[in-house]
């Protein structure tokens, strides 16, 4: 079984920055590819960031793009989001999820992806 944790979320004002972590454990993150999910209130969960299973190929939102990067480590078995320039609109509990890696594909849509963290909170303050 496979299981992702979440760490890193927290109240930044406009303009910081926050790096958030998803430990990976139950299976090799080599194994998977990657993605990062938000939901804000009373909106569904969208897509923000994915990268393939060695960390090689990257994609984003476009809401997203020049300011927040995701990378992963597998020898860390951990993957990474770093966020700057935080935006108010960027509130919301920030999700990652793994799918199982039979190539060197990354994942932007939630059926895609087979396992989820629990989320952390991230509030940017105007």
């Known amino acids: 079984q496979v299981q992702l944790v979440e760490s890193g979320g927290g109240l930044v004002q406009a303009g910081g920055s926050l790096r958030l972590s998803c430990a990976v454990s139950?299976?090799?993150?080599?194994?998977?590819?990657m993605g990062w999910f938000r939901q804000a209130p009373g909106k569904e969960r969208e897509f923000v960031a994915a990268c393939n299973w060695s960390g090689g190929s990257t994609y984003y939102a476009d809401f997203v793009k020049g300011r927040f990067t995701i990378s992963k480590d597998n020898a860390k078995n951990t993957v990474y989001l770093q966020m700057n320039s935080l935006k108010p609109e960027d509130t919301a509990v920030y999700f990652c999820?793994?799918?199982?890696?039979?190539?060197?594909?990354?994942?932007?849509?939630?059926?895609?992806?087979?396992?989820w963290g629990q989320g952390t909170q991230v509030t940017a303050s105007s």
């Open positions: 139950g299976r090799p993150l080599s194994s998977y590819a």
């Open positions: 999820a793994a799918a199982r890696a039979y190539s060197s594909r990354l994942y932007s849509r939630e059926y895609e992806y087979e396992y």
